[in-house]
């Protein structure tokens, strides 16, 4: 179960990081601004480090592993629905387009951050599918500091930004 785990999500990463660069060049090729480029590295060593403590942590399957892996998998479609609702402007880093409007159709009908929704309880749910208990606390609670600390409050400045069409993009962190 956990060779299979490890395969899915290497696979699925590497699959968005190339459809991430894909709609980056078409991003700004339409003029986009990109905000936060110094925290993004951030993003690359708390996703390998958990993937890495899941790894190592890994135990025999729980008995609850099943219910882990359904909520995994309802991120997972919570994530994609995310990603197809905001086609050429999804990206992993903060691109946003001048004088364009945040979008609201789909998941952001309901609410703001779907996809940081969505990896939030990838973060738990993947440890937990193979019984790595700290790895899911530690990954959470780091994630939901760099989210709620840094990575939220650069993208409301970004959209701020866009929809008020400012000639020129503050510093972001």
């Not at 951050?113 to 738990?124: G, K, R, S, W």
């Not at 937990?128 to 609670?141: H, K, M, N, Y």
């Not at 840094?150 to 929809?163: D, F, G, M, Q």
Request: charge should be positive.
């Amino acid at each position: 179960m956990t060779a299979a785990l490890l395969g899915v999500l290497v696979v699925q990463r590497a699959l968005e990081l190339r459809l991430a660069k894909r709609n980056e060049a078409w991003a700004r090729a339409q003029g986009a601004r990109e905000f936060g480029a110094r925290h993004y590295p951030a993003f690359f060593v708390l996703h390998g480090g958990w993937m890495l403590g899941w790894l190592y942590e890994a135990e025999a399957l729980p008995p609850s592993w099943w219910v882990w892996a359904a909520v995994f998998a309802a991120a997972q479609g919570l994530r994609y629905w995310a990603i197809g609702t905001l086609g050429p402007r999804w990206n992993t880093r903060v691109l946003v387009l001048p004088g364009r409007a945040p979008i609201v159709a789909g998941p952001y009908r309901f609410i703001p951050h779907p996809n940081y929704v969505a990896v939030a309880l990838e973060l738990a749910a993947v440890p937990l599918v193979v019984g790595a208990t700290w790895t899911a606390l530690v990954a959470s609670v780091l994630n939901a500091a760099l989210l709620l600390g840094v990575r939220i409050p650069c993208e409301v400045r970004a959209l701020r930004w866009a929809t008020e069409a400012t000639p020129a993009a503050p510093e972001a962190a």
